[in-house]
Structure formats: C-alpha cells, structure tokens
C-alpha cells in the first residue's frame, strides 16, 4: 500500500522512483563504505528538482501538498536514507524562514535554495541536545549588525549549505525568551565547519560542527523578533519531524522487500524459507508496523495540509516510524541470518541507518514528552 496521491503526483512519484533506482541505490553501498559526499549524485536530483519539492509556487518551487512530500521522501529513503535526510533536512532550515521570515528573506533564501544551496539548521550544541533551550552560543547586537560567538554540534548539511538558519542567545537572563533566531550566509567571515561526524549510518549525508566566532551577519538577518528563537525552531520541528517519519517508513519497506527477495529464494530444509510460518509471520507483523506508521505520517501531513494542529501526530509519526525502522531491518537481518550481518547485503546498512531516526529531530524520548504534555493540555 501507499499513499493516497493525485495522478500527477503519482507521475513524480514514480520519475523520483526511476532517479533513485538508477543513480542512488547502488551508487549508495559505495558512499556507505567511504563517508564521502557524493556530490554528483545531489547535482543530478537537484536538476530533478527535489530541493524544490516544498517551496510554495509564488517563490519558484513545486508547492507540493505535505502528503506528496511524505511520499516522494518514502521513495528517496528506499534508495538511501543519507540521501532522503540531505534534502529533508535542507528544507528545515527554509521552512524556518517561510514560517517567521519576512517577505524580503523569503524571497532571497528561497531563490537561494532554488539557485542550488543546501539550508542547515544549527540548535543543538554539545551542552544543549535534548535540553535545547541550553544553548550558549550568542548574538549581541551591534549597529547594523549581530555579532555570533558559539558552536553547534551534529549539524545535518553543515559542512555543505548555503544557508544556515542558527538560534543564539541575545539575553541570556531571560532563559529561552532570550534565544533569537538567525540566518547566516555560507561564506561569511567567522563561520567555519568544525568536526566532521564518522557516523555509523547515513553516512551520504553531511554532519559536521559549525563554528561562529565573532562571526558579523547584518540585522536584517534577524528572523522574527529578538526572543522568538526557541518557539520558531520548536515549530520547524513540529512539522520536519513528521518527514523523519516519512523517510523511517521508506527504510523499512526496502528491508521488508529485500527480506521478501530473500525469504523466496533462500532454500533450506527443501524449501523456500518463507514457507515456514515463522518467517511468513515476521514479513506480516513488519507489513502491520510499515502500513500503519504510514498511515501515522499521512495523517499527520493532512492536518498540516488542512491546516489543522498537528505537532502532537507529528511526534506520534516520528517516534513510531523510528522504532519501526529499527524492528522491521532487525528482522529483516535475522530472516537473512548470517547473510544479513555481512556487508555483502543490503540490510545491515539499512539497520545502521535506522537507528538515528529513534534520535535526531528529538529522540523518541522527547516525542513521548511532547506527546504527554498534549495530551495534559487536551484531556
Ligand atoms: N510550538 C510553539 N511553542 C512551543 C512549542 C511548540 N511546539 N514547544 C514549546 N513551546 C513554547 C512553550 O509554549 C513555552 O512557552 P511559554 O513559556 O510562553 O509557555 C516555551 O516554548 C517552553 O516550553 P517547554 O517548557 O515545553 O520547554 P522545555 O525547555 O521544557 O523543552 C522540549 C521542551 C520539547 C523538550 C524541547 O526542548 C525539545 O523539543 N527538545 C528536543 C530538541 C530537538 O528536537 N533537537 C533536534 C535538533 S534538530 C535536528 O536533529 C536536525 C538534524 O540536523 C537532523
């Protein structure tokens, strides 16, 4: 089963589908091994347009509805979740900017975006990750200008981007109302990438320190209001997180299809494995987990669409499409047996690259905070 698109849509879907099968899936075991950035490869799907997929149509983009996105983000998963991340993730930093930028930043970092940039989005620090109102990097104002001291750590794109959407403190005596919001320019003096991450998955995304050091960006950089820092990247993540959802689904279904693959062929005892209810079961339970972690995430992205809340089923997608993720390839490993942990197959590279996605974007267990405290406030 899939999501439920309009036939256009289903057209895209399927020409991503064709992209993905021939130049990322195989190509991905190669950039897995070396933890290079494959750069070739993101040029190619930038001409296929797949950093534009949520710009709005007045600023250039493709404007597709949220649905679509989870769908084509499933597809780019499939092939390699490294790749799916690399331009989810770029699409974080500008939706900060289309939620609370004005009309001059929308316009220029949407042109900027579309012109071939990544975005990043730069909150955690090595003190500050779950506990993200902890931050210490700081913006203090000068003239026309901000001036930003501080690191940022695990930052997805952050050796890569054009642009990079970065909270710091302009009060640090009001806590998290002192945290501002800002966007800073590749290039600009005292913004250097620091550590780069050896992961243990998605190893084709880009992960890497930032570092601000009396680092000069104009005051028009500034987005929203001084203080509106902490609530502008909680709602970035109330609708990123979501698509983490969207792209954990995609790793599973390849796992429960190459576990199928597998299951069919493998002969033992004179017969298919997957003739054996033990195995038949395992792909059943994993079809029950893929399908309704699906179904978490589309409707989640028809609230967004519909314009309705959504943060408490946007931590219900991430947070349940994670540890799908991570049962569904485990499985997936031990219907391979022996195989399944050589890195001759596929799926111990899928198991690697689940397990990030019960952390980032917030771990699942701040989904299950986020979650309790709708649910005090609704019932
Ligand atoms: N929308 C709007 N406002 C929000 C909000 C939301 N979703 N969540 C909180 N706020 C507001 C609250 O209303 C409150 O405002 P008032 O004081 O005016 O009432 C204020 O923010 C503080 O809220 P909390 O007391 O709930 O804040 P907290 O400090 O306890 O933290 C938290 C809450 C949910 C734990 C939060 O810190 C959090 O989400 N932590 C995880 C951080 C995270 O996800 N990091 C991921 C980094 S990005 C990444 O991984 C990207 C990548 O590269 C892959």
């Known amino acids: 089963m899939s999501y439920i698109c309009s036939e256009e849509t289903e057209e895209l879907i ?4 064709e ?5 990322v899936r195989e190509q991905s075991k190669e950039y897995d091994r070396s933890g290079e950035w494959p750069k070739e490869i993101y040029d190619k799907a930038m001409e296929m347009q797949l950093h534009m997929l949520e710009i709005p149509e007045e600023y250039g983009g493709l404007g597709l509805d949220k649905v679509s996105v989870a769908a084509i983000l499933e597809e780019m998963a499939k ?6 991340l690399t331009f989810s993730v770029s699409s974080i ?3 900060s900017v289309l939620m609370a930028g004005n009309e001059a930043q929308k316009k220029k970092y949407c042109d900027n975006i579309i012109g071939g940039h990544f ?28 001036v930003l001291n501080g690191r940022k750590t695990f930052i997805t794109n952050g050796g890569v981007a054009g642009i990079y959407v970065v909270t710091a403190m302009t009060d640090k005596t009001k806590g998290l109302k002192g945290m501002s919001a800002f ?3 590749a290039g600009t003096p005292g913004l250097s990438t620091g550590k780069h991450e050896d992961k243990m998955g998605i190893r084709g995304s880009n992960t890497c320190d930032v570092v601000f050091d009396e680092c000069r960006i104009p005051a028009e950089n500034l ?18 997180r979501t698509f983490i959802g969207g792209m954990a689904v995609g790793i599973a279904q390849r796992a429960m299809e190459e576990a199928i693959a597998y299951a069919k062929t493998r002969i033992q005892f004179g017969q298919p494995i997957i003739k054996n209810q033990a195995i038949a079961f395992k792909l059943a339970d994993m079809a029950i987990q893929i399908e309704t972690a699906r179904q978490i995430v589309a409707n989640a992205c028809t609230r967004m669409d519909m314009g309705l809340p959504y943060g408490k089923e946007s931590a219900i997608a991430k947070c349940y499409g994670g540890d799908v993720a991570v049962k569904v390839t ?7 047996g022996g195989y399944g942990y050589s890195r001759e197959y596929p799926v111990e590279k899928l198991m690697r690259d689940a397990k990030i996605y019960q952390i980032f974007e917030g771990t699942n267990e701040i989904q299950r905070v986020v979650i309790a405290n709708h649910l005090m406030k609704e019932y």
């Open 93 to 95: 930093g500008l939706k």
């Open 79 to 84: 092939a390699d979740a490294g790749f799916a």
């Open 119 to 146: 975005s990043a989005f730069a909150l955690t620090e090595p003190q500050a990750g779950s506990d993200a109102a902890a931050g210490k990097t700081t913006a203090r104002k000068d003239g026309d200008f901000y």
């Open 330 to 336: 485990s499985e997936a490993v031990q219907i391979f």
């Open 223 to 240: 987005l929203g209001n001084e203080g509106d820092g902490f609530k502008i990247a909680m709602q970035t993540l109330d609708i990123s």
């Open 183 to 185: 966007i800073v320019e």
């Open 19 to 23: 992209f993905c099968d021939h130049e």
């Open 14 to 17: 399927q020409a991503v589908k």
